[in-house]
């Protein structure tokens, strides 16, 4: 085992949920080195997409905005963002990576205000993207790091839909079916969502963290699956590439 | 279907068809020679109160000498279609300092952030102040809203932001799909007054190139009742016509075409500069203070005449030739 800082260990995890010959709308930073990191380790045919339109770049190094050039670097299309989620909404992508200021049980996030809408204690960008590729992937993966102000028992506001209210929620709303929150990768744990309740559970631990410091750090009441096991530590080669050559820069591991 | 639910936000422009083709159908279309200076397109073509539309993607592609003459010349009451606008939205904001409104309304699908680089502090401050009216949206619903326009309907049924409050702060309606009966969202089309549009090459007419991805710029040049084009090069129509695919602007939606190289400056331009990030970095620091920013402000913008003068306060063409080896895509000698 090899030493990695918390970050280096959040980026391993989600890199291994993306299966090889699946897509993936990604945003900068963490997500992105995931993303980049699975295609140069078990995903080589990973499909990367990026929300201003580029297709399947071979990325030269880490993009600052998804809307530069390297984002459709040796890409199969340069193209425009209604392809993009057009492509989303008929259900040809598979996953999409996001974060966001406040996420609550059912993995609705919100990244619009914090405080009363009128009167907002701090305005945060808003949706971008980030609603249309919650609303028509199959799987929403986020990442984000685990405090209380974040894991609320209520977000401030719905920027983005996790499971709404619950189970069908989605569903009555008017979105696709079969979609929804997948996984959330946190610095404590790996958390997933409870098949009957569509609440929050937790699934992993990273090393040395245990269940009650997870739910001390979280508003909402956490379920958590029968056997919890601890997260895999990065292997030597994965953090090599990672650092090498994912981020040499050290923009989002900060080395 | 029961339970249909509308928006609650404020629609800023009317989404009717009608008097749109009304004015397209005046505008003028034979090839005419639209080449002006930024200044001269913005005093002609941007007036106080009109919804403004910024091309490209944030700090990727946009048109910086035309936001900047639009601060310099103190626009006010405009609104703005803000799909991912980031320091074109930092420059905007700019113009509401001091008890000035250059923003008076905007849609929002994406405002206030550069992407990973931060907030910044004083688009902050104008958006929390409450002096601007605003709507929530998101990318692809801003997307769908000026392809509606483009295409000239009312609408387009989407299946976005559906179960979210950024719906319920929109102006979006649900309606029920006459052949699913399901539930669908209706965009209404966006037709903004005037966009702002900068690209590769454009000829003397306005028919426009892109290298790279178009974002949402074709269907927003379409949608606008006027456009301005600042281009990095003006080029011969008989190039323009020796490869027509090319053409992803057609001269028939232009007004006015500024050539302006470096133009996206401190932004990305594909196959030409990357994003100057020191510059961005000294542009979110200083606003940390207001009186800091109002300085900054007045040495690059107020107290310049053109674009071309804060490129060279900026570290001029040895900048350029900086970025331009941090840009892949620029074509390799053979």
Known sequence: MCEYCTIELMICVAAQFLKDGSTVGVGTGAPCAAAMLAQKTHAPNLLIIFEAGGFAPQLPSMPISVGDSRTFHKALMAASMMDVFNTCQRGMVDYSFLGGAQIDTYGNLNSTIIGNYDNPKIRFPGSGGANDFAGFCWHTITMTPHTRKRFVKKVDFLTTPGYLTGPGSREAAGLPEDTGPYKVITDLAVLGFDEGTKRMQVEKLHPGVSFDQVQENTEFKLLKIPVIEQTEPPQKKELEILRDEVDPHGFVIGR | ?334
């Open chain 2, 1 to 334: 279907m029961t339970n249909l639910s509308c928006g609650t936000g404020p629609l800023f422009m009317d989404p009717d068809p009608k008097p749109a083709r009304a004015f397209f159908r005046k505008k003028e279309k034979k090839l005419i020679n639209k080449v002006l200076s930024v200044k001269e397109a913005v005093s002609r073509f941007v007036a106080d109160g009109d919804y403004l539309a910024s091309g490209g993607f944030g700090t990727n592609r946009i048109s910086t000498a035309a936001l900047h003459e639009i601060v310099r010349q103190k626009k006010s009451n405009l609104g703005l279609a803000g799909h991912t606008t980031t320091h074109d939205f930092q420059i905007l904001a700019a113009g509401n300092m001091h008890g000035e409104k250059l923003l008076a309304r905007v849609d929002i699908a994406y405002i206030v952030g550069l992407e990973a680089r931060g907030l910044s502090p004083h688009a902050r401050r104008v958006m929390e102040s409450g002096q601007v009216e605003v709507c929530e949206w998101t990318n692809y619903a801003l997307a769908c809203r000026l392809q509606a326009a483009a295409m000239g309907i009312p609408f387009l049924p989407v299946r976005t932001m559906m179960g979210t409050d950024t719906f319920h702060r929109s102006a979006a309606k649900e309606i029920t799909c006459p052949f699913t009966g399901r539930k669908l969202v209706a965009l209404p089309a966006l037709y903004p007054d005037i966009a702002l549009i900068h690209v590769h090459e454009s000829d003397c007419y306005g028919n426009c190139r892109i290298r790279g991805i178009t974002v949402a710029d074709t269907d927003l040049a379409r949608a606008s009742k006027k456009v301005i084009i600042t281009a990095e090069r003006i080029i011969d129509n008989d190039e323009i016509r020796n490869s027509p695919h090319s053409t992803v602007i057609p001269s028939f939606c232009v007004d006015a075409v500024c050539e302006v190289p470096y133009g996206s400056y401190p932004g990305n331009m594909p196959g030409e500069y990357f994003s100057d990030e020191e510059h961005l970095r000294q542009w979110l620091e200083v606003e940390k203070d207001e009186v800091e920013f109002d300085r900054f402000l007045h040495t690059y913008v107020y107290n310049v005449p053109d674009f071309e003068s804060y490129l060279a306060l900026s570290g001029g063409v040895e900048r350029i030739k900086e970025l331009r080896t941090q840009e892949f895509l620029v074509p390799k000698e053979l």
